[in-house]
């Protein structure tokens, strides 16, 4: 059997309620239900909870503040910084991808992908590549509070939008200290950027701590139950991204066009591979965009405020999902086929956005296979 079905009619797809406004899921050898209800009015998001795991022999260090995005430890009062970073080949290895709390994958011009990374937990030394800024920022930014943004800039019209927002800029347009190029690197994907340089340009950096509007639900001993997958490739136009089960690290490896994902992780060019413990799908309409790049290609502008359907990966499962998300100054939330709110796991978490144009192909476990010894004595 192929690894990936294809040529399957979307429109199956979209009658069994996985993708519904164009777009494709695809599955090896499944067909999953549908995402069943939109939760009512009444379904109410709760808070995220501290960790509750057990105690070992060595007394376990007390956690005065969880962070909303990944559980763990971190200082409330530390700044959120947004930073938009090249996806394209020439980027890569792009810099701390790891140390984000979220990562969020959204589609530019020509089909292809930019990472909107979010980092509040622990801020790295150096980030990027780092690229301009566009239009759907203006939509997700917001969410976080007042965060620090990082770019190295945008088409002028876009600059009223981006001003309109409570983002706080110290990107390029705004002056250069920080940001300097590689010299191992062609350009313009070799602009990067110095943390603590940036931070210097914000009089009082709590300023830009995370909002409290600001949070997934997150549970470590959530039980959610969904298909068992191996993998999930999704599709752009032009780009793609995979995300392979590690059944031993509790995690998801990410590749790209089947080869793995590597971040670089220090200024000797040291590397690891790329990886997330929480992937959630927003399947999204493309709005009306006045925007386009200087070749002419328009600038997509996919809608990530209102609501729609997806999928959530956690612990080795696919969960169809219905995404709410009534206003720019919250994150979403994912809900099941029954209405009740999806708990992500401690850890970190992409985000992507597909919009009508993308697919998403899911891989589940081979059959077991008959031992043919036993089968043998059995039947003679």
Known sequence: MCQYCR?????????????????????????LAGCG????ASTTPTAPKAST?????SPTPTCAHTSPLTGACTDPNAPVL???IDDLPEARPQFHLNQTDMVLVEPVEGGLTRLFAVYNGTLPDIIGPIRSARITDTDLAPAFGDPLFAYSG??????????ATRMQM????????????????QAPHNYVANVQQLLTRVSD???????????WRIDATATDSGTAITSARIDWPASQKSFIWDAKGKRWGIDVYGQPLMTQIDANRHTERAYTTNVVIMESHLLASEFGDKFGARTPYPQTVGSGRGMVLV???AIPATWQRPTKFALPRWFDAQGHEIALRPGNTWWLVVTDLGTVHLQTPAPAQPDTATASATTG
């Open 7 to 31: 040529g399957m009619d979307a429109r199956r797809w979209s009658a069994v309620g996985l993708i519904g406004l164009g777009g494709t899921i695809i599955i090896a050898g499944l067909a």
């Open 37 to 40: 209800p939109t939760p009512s």
């Open 53 to 57: 795991a057990k105690a070992t022999a």
């Open 82 to 84: 947004i930073v938009k």
């Open 154 to 163: 945008s088409q002028a019209k876009l600059v009223p939008y981006l001003q």
């Open 170 to 185: 110290i990107g390029a347009p705004q002056g250069g200290t920080g940001y300097y190029r590689l010299s191992d690197r």
């Open 205 to 215: 950096s709590s300023t830009a701590r995370l909002d409290s509007t600001a949070y």
């Open 315 to 317: 612990d080795g499962m």
